[in-house]
């Protein structure tokens, strides 16, 4: 299906790309809480985190301007082709028409009314008036004295207990028809969704232009719905409602200190809070009086089987005994289908741990999950990777940042509920248990790397121990990065699951024609022995012993050339140990490499130098490509490296000892072909795919069990 569409005048660089371009303009109690939530499942689709915003029924706050309503509620909607946002008053207000019409986008947007048998709506919004304690008449005497004062052309005051007048549909879809094109406001019928969902979904993705993805109806969940329970502390809600309508001083000073929006989302959330479930409210002496409203809306409903050119004949039949909640459960809610999983990151770029999340999230896609990545932070060199939004711009993550950077994630997940939280590495750990809260999503730390020696002191062991108290599900690479995790204090499910890569840009790889394309690259003889080194060029990867290995290798007359494939703050540093060492004509940096597969494929054997792994990825690149790896005894390196038979695991981290190996596997070209041989035979257990498998069966059993 084509992507949303927009016009040449709604996208040049004046117009903010938060702006939104769909609107759920109503009517109340007709499904609008339900359809927003099901929308805001789909990735493509940005819905405000707040629904109801109501910006352009408030006159106070669009005196703040634009940009305050985008801040509040569509600061991370850049990127998204469909930016929304659902408030039911909206049908009703010639204020919010024209305020709509006036936006750059208006030429593009869509609009969607929902709508509801008018006597249950009628019913349903009375009967919630009833549980939050503002309703003292019965619903005969309400709809009565209402019917009265429409005969005498008046209205109610309060807009929420018009619960007749909110019936009356026509008028209002046909002003906003006008203004916007019937093409442009599609009406959807609430019994259809609880009938026919899969079929309502389609209309509304051919109406969007846009491709929605599998149903969500039955994923949403019953937190997600509106609340209609009775109210828990009725004087609270007397509180909350004082603020309504009026400029309280501390509040408005508030307002200009807090990020905006904040303070809506609060009071949202201490509403829902404030609503028990249950509270059930009989309704069998409705039903005369539901029969006197059908018959008082059957002109009404004749008029809207005109104006949408369909039978509305459903709404005339006897009404039975229906549930006295509001209408957003119309359609129950399915088992669902699949997760929502957040994966935070610390870097936003496509190397390491990052990569690692990034292919796991498309392999999980792949198995009918829905994965959104996140970054604490942009990349090692500033920048930042396409898809991977960082929360913040630091350049290090300290103490002073994991505090701010919790407060964001934390913001993040209101807007953007997820079933699972994947928190890759220490850092993401650390600012998910700070950040998700004991009754949200399952929070599940991946553990890469061990810890460092210092954090076994008290104080950094105590952290780690309150750290690790916080979180659900902890997976270790190897076995004894599990073992570390008991020592840190973990006493929950540890599921061991190594490191992974998709194997696809391995696949069909020649290594002759790697090896040739990479000696042309260097500018090297074709029989010129290379060594390669790939990784970040960080203190952790210890890339200087590469170096120091070079100049014992080439101190014994060994005419290998060794390439290194890396980007990172130690460049300028091993730069001046090149010239130091005199290997200025040895060794080659090709910088970042995104193709690292023809750099494993064009050289003889790798190297692996860190003084820090779990189950290093590279060494997982180099078995995938076919390369012999000589690498020193760290982390869970021997997993995947199998000395003698697809590398070599040497007994120290000396550069003699490597220097020597390495001598001996260039003069031995049987024993680095069969290595290779076997390499790419034993992929199979560390592939992107078997990984996302293995996460997918034990985070729905998981789930499941909560």
Not at 153 to 171: C, M, Q
Not at 404 to 423: C, H, I, K, M, N
Not at 676 to 702: K, V
Request: a neutral charge.
């Amino acid at each position: 299906m084509g992507q949303w569409l927009a016009t040449p005048s709604v996208v040049g660089p004046a117009v903010d790309p938060r702006t939104p371009n769909l609107f759920i303009l109503g009517a109340p109690k007709a499904g609008t809480t339900f359809l927003h939530q099901a929308l805001r499942l789909v990735p493509s689709v940005y819905m405000s985190a707040v629904k109801e915003p109501g910006y352009f029924i408030s006159e106070r706050d669009q005196r703040r301007g634009l940009g305050y309503y985008l801040d509040a509620y569509f600061a991370r909607a850049s990127g998204h082709p469909i930016r929304g946002e659902s408030t039911p008053w909206y049908l009703y207000s010639e204020g919010a028409l024209e305020g709509i019409a006036a936006l750059p986008t208006a030429d593009a947007s869509r609009f969607v009314v929902l709508v509801r048998r008018p006597s249950a709506r009628a019913r349903s919004m009375y009967l919630d008036q009833v549980r939050l304690n503002r309703e003292r008449r019965t619903f005969e005497e309400a709809v009565e004295e209402e019917l009265g004062m429409l005969a005498a052309g008046d209205l109610a005051p309060d807009v929420r207990r018009r619960y007749v007048w909110g019936g009356l549909y026509a008028d209002h879809i046909e002003r906003w028809r006008a203004v916007f094109g019937e093409e442009r406001v599609q009406v959807i019928v609430l019994e259809d969704v609880a009938t026919d969902g899969d079929r309502i979904w389609s209309e509304l993705a051919g109406f969007l232009g846009h491709d929605l993805g599998a149903p969500q109806f039955g994923a949403v969940s019953e937190r997600d719905r509106n609340p209609t329970g009775t109210l828990r502390w009725p004087r609270l809600d007397g509180f909350l409602r004082s603020f309504e309508g009026r400029e309280q001083p501390a509040i408005e000073a508030a307002k200009r200190v807090l990020p905006p929006g904040l303070h809506r989302r609060v009071l949202q959330q201490v509403t829902r809070l404030n609503r028990a479930t249950g509270g059930q409210i009989d309704a069998h002496a409705h039903q005369s009086t539901i029969e006197v409203l059908d018959e008082h809306y059957r002109p009404e409903v004749e008029r809207l089987e005109v104006l949408l050119g369909r039978s509305l004949s459903a709404w005339s039949e006897p009404a039975g005994h229906q549930p006295d909640d509001s209408p957003s459960r119309v359609a129950p809610p399915a088992p669902r289908a699949h997760l929502r999983v957040l994966h935070l990151v610390t870097r936003s770029h496509r190397r390491g741990a990052e990569l690692v999340a990034m292919e796991l999230a498309d392999e999980l896609d792949r198995l009918g999950h829905r994965n959104r990545l996140v970054a604490l932070s942009p990349g090692l060199d500033g920048g930042q990777e396409p898809g991977l939004v960082p929360l913040a711009a630091f350049g290090r993550i300290g103490a002073p940042e994991v505090l701010s950077l919790a407060w964001r994630f934390r913001r993040l997940l209101v807007e953007e509920p997820a079933d699972v939280v994947l928190a890759h590495g220490g850092w993401a750990a650390q600012v998910a248990a700070l950040a998700v809260p004991r009754d949200g999503p399952l929070l599940v730390w991946q553990h890469i790397l061990g810890v460092h020696d210092k954090v076994w002191g008290p104080p950094r062991r105590h952290w780690w121990r309150s750290v690790s108290h916080r979180v659900d599900i902890c997976v270790a690479l190897t076995d004894d990065l599990g073992v570390e995790l008991h020592r840190l204090g973990f006493r929950g499910p540890m599921w061991i699951i190594p490191n992974s890569r998709k194997p696809d840009r391995f696949r069909g790889l020649d290594r002759s024609s790697a090896s040739a394309r990479l000696h042309l690259e260097v500018g090297l003889p074709a029989d010129t022995p290379l060594i390669g080194f790939v990784g970040h060029l960080v203190r952790q990867k210890r890339p200087e012993r590469a170096l120091d290995v070079m100049a014992l290798l080439r101190a014994q007359g060994n005419s290998a050339h060794l390439v290194v494939a890396g980007a990172g703050p130690l460049r300028a540093e091993l730069d001046a140990r090149v010239q130091l060492l005199g290997l200025g004509e040895a060794v080659t940096f090709l910088g970042h490499r995104s193709d690292v597969e023809w750099v494993f494929g064009g050289v003889d054997l790798a190297v692996l130098t860190s003084e820090a792994e779990g189950i290093p990825g590279v060494a997982i690149e180099a078995l995938m490509a076919g390369c012999p790896m000589v690498t020193v005894p760290v982390g869970g390196v021997a997993e995947v490296v199998e000395h003698g038979v697809t590398g070599l695991v040497l007994d120290d981290d000396e550069p003699a000892t490597m220097a020597a190996a390495i001598a001996g596997l260039l003069d031995d070209e049987p024993s680095r072909e069969a290595m290779g041989r076997e390499s790419r035979r034993r992929t199979e257990r560390f592939t992107a795919s078997a990984t996302a498998a293995a996460y997918a069966e034990r985070l729905t059993a998981a789930i499941a069990a909560r």
